[in-house]
């Protein structure tokens, strides 16, 4: 479970990029984040993380996010980042998997015995001793949700999941996402995506919660996207 | 100005790679005394930075070639002298793996030559004392700093340069491969490696300068109160020392390595037959001068590969008739060899 | 195909190479790495006269060029901005040093020029030394190796994760270099005005690059040290190949073989 509590943020004075945003994330709920630009979705994640500071404002599963919990957030928050390049610095794939293990104190052979499993899990079983300059787009964000998955969190956060992925691996990973069991967050622009993999949708806007609600009705209120710079997803408008 | 291992004789090379290893410790002591984690994945994209930006092709103004950036200056500029140092040393241990630029053997005298005079001597001795100066303060506060970048960049990439191109000659000469007297082959080096550091240092202040406008807080050096980078006289006293330490090192393998001494390097080779048997005037010229004597038997004891290891052997020249003999008929061998493995190797397949 | 291209293909051609098998490839990294040091440094401990002694250590690149199925012509091929350096700076030998060392049917040859070929070839066996090393190791393993030697583990982290940006990096400046001919047909390179611009921008993105790798590596447990990579790899083998490389290296640096074999012809 993920709570925010009235949680403001600005890095200047004066200027919040949020504010005063309160909701809840029941366990194995899957959420969108959406927002046009500049919205403050990426500020939201960051404060989820701990990679930017607050105070008693946001809590994954009771336990509030700051310093002295940050080793323990971060093992129950997993991060997909939208660039898979600098989620995987390891030379190889497999090594990226274990890095996050290895640093958890795993062992080397269990470490090992965990990549093999979770590249199983993913049917990408071939990437493991690939390295991860070599490999494709696609490739690179399914090892990416392999190395964050390998730490077993109990909730997952995604930036844009399926940008810059081809018809195909934007499916693969729209199946994969719904066949996970773990809370997800997902902040994208691709509406469509949003609207196959999440029960919920948060609508942020200039720093505040617009609307907090079922997909379905949101993604369909065309009014209230286009008020906030978004437009109906593709699936769901008439030609 | 990558020296490849061939041009360097083992005792210049370990002299060099001590220098450069010293240094580099130094340097690993200082960065993480500084404690900062996030400065490794910041050091690594730097360094790759410098090497990709290497790929870009800078025309240079009226003339029809182009000149590329000089990474020494630009990385200390941005991370500090001894973080700058240590990506410089990614930069070139990268490039003589994978792009056959210099060599492993040669690494220690490519990284004092361009990362050790860029880092270290062009932030300590003009990088940080000219951001620090008061010049152009008449121009108020952002021209001012634009032409102190400029004038730091510029000089310091010509200086370093310089030095690291004057190095080139010193090693290569000491490790006697090149037959070119030291005056000439210096006669030739030195302007080139001028017209290049004043293109390099263009190219490194019209980058910083950039920097300057859009991120002012990327540069180090900038602001009066950055502690870290407080301007010593301690430091450019080490930067003095350690040059100076390492510049006689080379010389005196230098004047131990050619039998008439540094008279010789500079002023040209009079007496053309000494090669021939330069074991025999080794001994001479041991007793013509203590200071060279001294020198003789640093490298006698610092080169554990002589190269005047046949010096009691009828060939101690090395390549005799014989010799060529043999090996045209291991030639003839291999290919042999070669050419009935293909035959198999066709024939299994 | 502009530089920043090239770089790339040459890196991942490299990184193909690797790939391979062999059994070469299969030996241990640091075994590999010691052989080629020591290699570099006995080759160039030959006189400067020693043409025949150098020329018989190209046993060692002849062995591994057999055995890995490495090909000799991209070797060469990569060679071809290096060696001219190196001649450069040994072509004045034959003019400065005129004495005669040898007579070949009356012929006679300087020790310049005995000294100019022995430069050049030195220059190519260490190349080629070092070309093997990376085109049969992986860079992981390479890693492993140098902190197998105690190279400190700053150093060995900062150069796999420059080995892995600079693919990354490269890419963005070989796709600038395109994007900047299209608007500027007829330049050959990077025009004054936006010397700055150019690098500038790439250096600013590169930077909030690195504090997005740096919050990826914190996300997953770093602490200000990378794990030690660890490897299986045959040990024995690896020794063995170590010491009969040394021992053939010693025996062709004090033993004048090429000069044994030709007396057993001439006499």
């Not at chain 1, 104190?105 to 499993?117: F, H, L, N, P, W």
């Not at chain 2, 550091?197 to 406008?213: H, N, P, R």
């Not at chain 3, 490897?231 to 090429?258: C, G, Q």
């Amino acid at each position: 479970m993920i709570e925010i509590r009235n949680l403001t943020y600005e890095y200047e004075p004066g200027k919040p990029v949020l504010k005063n945003i309160s909701f809840t994330v029941e366990d194995g709920e899957r959420v969108g984040l959406i927002g046009a630009n500049g919205a403050g979705k990426s500020t939201l994640m960051k404060l989820m993380l701990g990679l930017l500071e607050s105070t008693d404002a946001v809590f994954a599963d009771g336990v509030p996010v700051k310093k002295d919990t940050l080793p323990e957030i971060r093992r129950k928050l997993g991060f997909v980042l939208q660039n898979s390049d600098h989620q995987m610095f390891m030379p190889t794939v497999a090594q990226d998997i274990a890095f996050g293990l290895l640093n958890y104190g795993m062992g080397q052979t269990e470490a090992d015995r965990k990549t093999d499993e979770v590249l199983n899990q993913l049917h990408v079983s071939y990437l493991k001793d690939k390295y991860n300059h070599r490999i494709s787009g696609g490739e690179k964000r399914m090892a990416a949700i392999a190395a964050v998955l390998a730490m077993e969190p109990s909730a997952l956060l995604m930036d844009e999941p399926t940008s810059a992925l081809d018809p195909e691996n934007r499916r693969r990973i729209i199946q994969l996402i719904c066949s996970l069991p773990q809370t997800c967050i997902i902040t994208s622009h691709d509406l469509d995506m949003i609207l196959d993999t999440c029960s919920r949708v948060i609508l942020l806007d200039q720093g505040g919660i617009i609307k907090d609600g079922p997909a379905e009705t949101i993604l369909r209120d065309r009014e209230l996207l286009e008020a906030h710079h978004m437009e109906l997803p593709l699936s769901l408008s008439r030609r | 100005m990558h020296m490849a291992d061939a041009l360097l004789s083992p005792p210049v090379a370990a002299t060099m790679a001590a220098a450069s290893g010293a240094a580099a410790v130094y340097s690993i002591s200082k960065v993480r005394k500084e404690n900062q984690s996030e400065k490794i994945p910041v050091m690594a994209v730097s360094a790759a930075l410098v090497f990709a930006g290497q790929m870009i092709n800078y025309t240079i103004p009226g003339t029809g070639s182009s000149g590329h950036l000089c990474g020494g200056m630009l990385l200390s500029a941005l991370l500090g002298p001894e973080a700058g140092f240590l990506s410089m040393i990614i930069v070139l241990a990268v490039q003589c793996l994978f792009f056959a630029d210099g060599g492993l053997m040669a690494l220690g005298a490519n990284i004092w030559n361009m990362a050790f005079y860029g880092c270290f001597i062009g932030t300590y001795l003009i990088w940080l004392p000219i951001m620090k100066s008061s010049l152009f303060s008449g121009m108020g506060e952002k021209a001012g700093t634009r032409a102190k970048i400029i004038l730091a960049s510029v000089l310091g990439c010509v200086l370093t340069l310089q030095l690291g191109a004057f190095s080139v000659v010193l090693e290569t000469t000491a490790s006697g491969i090149g037959e070119l007297p030291f005056g000439a082959f210096a006669g030739l080096m030195l302007p080139i490696h001028l017209a290049i550091g004043l293109v390099e240092g263009m190219i490194t202040a019209a980058v910083l300068c950039f920097v300057y406008e859009t991120r002012p807080e990327l540069i180090r050096g900038i602001r009066k109160e950055t502690g870290s980078s407080k301007f010593s006289l301690k430091q450019v006293l080490a930067c003095l020392g350690a040059l100076a330490l390492v510049t006689g090192g080379l010389f005196s393998l230098f004047a131990s390595s050619h039998p008439d001494g540094l008279e010789w390097a500079l002023f040209g080779n009079s007496d053309a037959g000494y090669a021939s048997n330069m074991a025999l005037d080794e001994e001479n010229f041991g007793t013509q001068s203590s200071a060279a004597d001294t020198a003789a038997s640093i490298q006698e004891s610092t080169s554990f590969l002589p190269d005047y290891a046949f010096k009691n052997s009828d060939s101690a020249a090395g390549t005799t008739v014989s010799g060529l003999v043999g090996c045209g008929i291991v030639a003839a061998a291999a290919i042999g060899v070669s050419a009935a493995g293909n035959f198999f190797r066709r024939k299994t397949s | 195909m502009n530089r920043a291209e090239k770089a790339l293909h040459a890196l991942k051609q490299m990184d193909e190479l690797t790939e391979m098998d062999s059994p070469v490839h299969r030996l241990s990294a640091l075994s590999k790495l010691l052989v080629t040091l020591l290699f570099i440094l006995i080759t160039v401990s030959f006189h400067k006269y020693d043409l025949t002694g150098v020329f018989m250590m190209a046993l060692y690149p002849y062995v591994l060029f057999q055995l890995s199925g490495i090909s000799f012509r991209l070797c060469i091929y990569r060679m071809r901005y290096a060696i001219p350096l190196v001649a450069m700076i040994g072509i004045f030998n034959p003019f400065f040093d005129r004495d005669p060392l040898l007579q070949i049917a009356g012929i006679s040859i300087s020790g310049g020029m005995i000294s100019f070929l022995t430069l050049l070839l030195k220059g190519m066996l260490c190349l080629c030394a070092s070309f093997l090393l990376v085109s049969t190791a992986k860079i992981d393993d390479l890693c492993a190796a140098l902190r197998r030697m105690h190279v400190p583990s700053l150093l060995v982290t900062v150069f796999m994760l420059t080995y892995r940006y600079i693919s990354v990096l490269t890419e963005e400046v070989a796709l600038m270099t395109d994007a900047y001919h299209l608007r500027a047909p007829g330049q050959k390179g990077i025009a004054f005005h936006a010397w700055g611009s150019f690098l500038g921008q790439l250096l600013l993105r590169t930077m909030d690059r690195a504090q997005e790798l740096y919050a990826a590596m914190l996300l997953r447990g770093y602490n200000g040290e990378f794990p030690d990579l660890q490897k299986n790899e045959n040990r024995t083998a690896s020794w063995i190949w170590l010491i009969t490389w040394a021992v053939i290296f010693l025996a062709l640096r004090w033993l004048n073989i090429p000069d044994l074999i030709g007396r057993m012809f001439m006499r």
